[in-house]
């Protein structure tokens, strides 16, 4: 069974920077959008950001200026690159992927494939 494998969650101080990865655990997605959303505690989850196969991104209002997705030359692993973290930043942050024709890339029910999650936790 295919799963997103994320990493690069933890702990750390305002004004601070992680990055995460998440990647499929058997093969690469040909064609497909990745997204990075959010929950925090008593929250919905939220989008974040996604980038379409042909490299197109978007973002959050949110996160803009401080947030950056890609993907590896190869295309088989999605990074979020999270700087000037802020505590309102915390919250448990998963990958998605998203096959789905027209994409809409704030929309979770879009994506069809999820990651386990992985915390992010900012400290003022």
């Known amino acids: 069974q295919v799963q997103l494998v994320e990493s690069g969650g933890g702990l750390v101080q305002a004004g601070g920077s992680l990055r995460l990865s998440c990647a499929p655990s058997?093969?690469?997605?040909?064609?497909?959008?990745m997204g990075w959303f959010r929950q925090a505690p008593g929250k919905e989850r939220e989008f974040v950001t996604a980038?379409?196969?042909?490299?197109?991104?978007y973002y959050a209002d949110s996160v803009k200026g401080r947030f950056t997705i890609s993907r590896d030359a190869a295309k088989t692993t999605v990074y979020l690159q999270m700087n000037t973290l802020k505590p309102e930043d915390t919250a448990v942050y998963y990958c998605?992927?998203?096959?789905?024709?027209?994409?809409?890339?704030?929309?979770?029910?879009?994506?069809?494939?999820w990651g386990q999650g992985t915390q992010v936790t900012v400290s003022s």
């Open positions: 058997v093969r690469t997605f040909s064609g497909t959008a």
């Open positions: 980038i379409r196969w042909g490299g197109s991104t």
């Open positions: 998605a992927s998203n096959r789905r024709s027209p994409f809409y890339p704030t929309d979770p029910t879009g994506y069809d494939l």
